[in-house]
């Protein structure tokens, strides 16, 4: 039985202009939110992956709420917060220190009690506590809870913060679903047909289906069995290109879609053959590559294109070119419409799934290692050359490999490249990424041999 833990997933939330993004930065490690003395600079959410102590976590930055502003960005800010606040499991609700409370922490703070959602209060530009600690008092009449009073600038108060957070995370974020089903996480933009797809893989119109870009707003689970395999199938909502966002919903999507790819097995990246393999196909293949997911790239509509003997040929080419990151992808052409070739995406399901698991042998593996150095002599640097004494298989779902060197900054992309190609050569692990960790390996003084 495969066992997968599920992220909690924590919304930072507030009015404008009270340091959410600064927090959001400070817990992430890195800059990621844009933080300007101006509100409404965070327009849209952005989301990370955190990690405290020994509990995993996704992490949504929002716009600021202004929950009477008639203003179109500041409405369209106060929706996609009440989004975020729907498909958290705990809420950060920060409020600012130097300005006290305000009209509007108030109304923020009605929305969250009707959510019903775990809240922790986070008082921010606590800079001195001994002088400020009084001024955290006042916020008890939201009626929220116990303030936590931080400094997101000077990275203080955090840990208390993070402590009372993780109370409140589920249960199975914890402990993990076992589960011995295939999961298969379907994206792309809206309309390129997805819910189609799955409506024709299960035989039933469970997932809705329109003709509106975005119908499908959240990721759906569907249970399927075929062939006495079992398979869960996960229905995303499209992706649509950044200057084509008209309802800040397309962040909520992009976050329900990472939050998918992360349960699944295998990607399936559909691919609108009317429109051809676009830029923002890639960003979105993007995600599943970053995670290490196994992926399939499932051109939909192709009954649609007109065909002469060399169109399939000249649209792989093209796909090859524009997601050149994902050379390892097995390519399928199908119609929802019509169901053409629409069966054998369970075949390949099944042999990229065998593929991300397949374990070789550390013996064969050192075998097929060296015999490819003495092809190719491994790069060098003033006299000293790469060598590798040996190598072995870590890990499955991406198929990990240890190398052990003596000197891993003579390991240049291009020589683990060619060293992945002549695994794939001799293996195959079509659909899937590979992974290599390069370590050196040291004397008994802990120094590099």
């Known amino acids: 039985m495969a066992k997968r833990k599920r992220k909690a997933i924590v919304a930072v939330v507030g009015r404008p202009n009270v340091g959410k993004s600064t927090l959001f930065n400070a ?66 609700f920060m409020v600012d220190r130097s300005t006290g409370m305000v009209d509007a922490d108030n109304k923020v ?48 108060g955090l840990g208390d913060m993070l402590d009372e957070m993780v109370k409140y995370f589920p249960e199975d974020s914890a402990e993990g679903e076992e589960d011995d089903a295939v999961r298969i996480a379907i994206v792309g933009k809206p309309n390129v047909g997805k819910s189609s797809i799955i409506n024709r893989l299960i035989g039933q119109n469970r997932v809705i289906v329109s003709d509106i870009a975005g119908t499908t707003r959240d990721a759906i689970d569907t249970r399927v069995a075929w062939h006495g395999k079992k398979y869960v199938f996960i229905d995303t909502a499209g992706i649509r290109r950044r200057n084509k966002i008209k309802e800040n919903l397309e962040h909520y999507m992009i976050a329900r879609s990472v939050g998918a790819v992360e349960r699944a097995d295998i990607t399936v990246l559909v691919i609108d053959a009317s429109e051809g393999v676009t830029e923002q196909d890639a960003k979105i293949a993007g995600i599943a590559h970053e995670r290490g997911k196994a992926v399939i790239i499932a051109v939909n509509k192709w009954d649609l294109v007109e065909k002469d003997n060399h169109t399939m040929k000249e649209f792989t080419e093209n796909i090859r070119r524009v997601l050149s990151f994902l050379s390892y992808a097995e390519l399928i052409f199908i119609s929802a419409e019509t169901g053409q070739r629409l069966v054998k995406l369970y ?48 890990g499955v779902s ?13 390991m240049h992309f291009s020589y683990q490249r060619y060293l992945e190609n002549r695994i794939r050569d001799s293996f195959g692990f079509r659909g899937t990424p590979m992974r290599f960790v390069i370590r050196e390996r040291t004397d008994r003084n802990g120094k590099s041999t």
């Open 398 to 410: 991406p198929p990990t490999f240890v190398l052990f060197v003596n000197d891993k900054k003579l």
């Open 27 to 92: 817990l992430a490690g890195r800059r990621i939110s844009i933080v300007e003395d101006t509100p409404g600079v965070t327009r849209d959410r952005i989301y990370a992956d955190c990690s405290w102590l020994d509990k995993e976590f996704t992490l949504i930055d929002t716009g600021g709420i202004e929950p009477d502003s008639k203003d179109v960005i500041l409405s369209q800010m106060r929706e996609q917060a009440q989004l975020a606040i729907d498909m958290a499991d705990v809420i950060l």
């Open 347 to 394: 075949d390949m399901i099944d042999m990229v799934h065998d593929n991300q698991n397949l374990r070789v042998q550390t013996g064969v593996l050192n075998e097929i290692i060296n015999e490819a150095c003495v092809l190719q002599q491994p790069p060098s640097d003033k006299g000293k050359s790469l060598r590798i004494y040996y190598s072995t298989q870590a």
């Open 109 to 156: 703070a009605d929305m969250l009690r009707r959510s019903a959602k775990p809240v922790v209060l986070v008082v921010n530009k606590v800079d001195n506590p001994a002088k400020m600690s009084a001024d955290i008092y006042e916020f008890y009449n939201l009626g929220i809870g116990d303030p936590w009073p931080v400094s997101s600038a000077n990275r203080t």
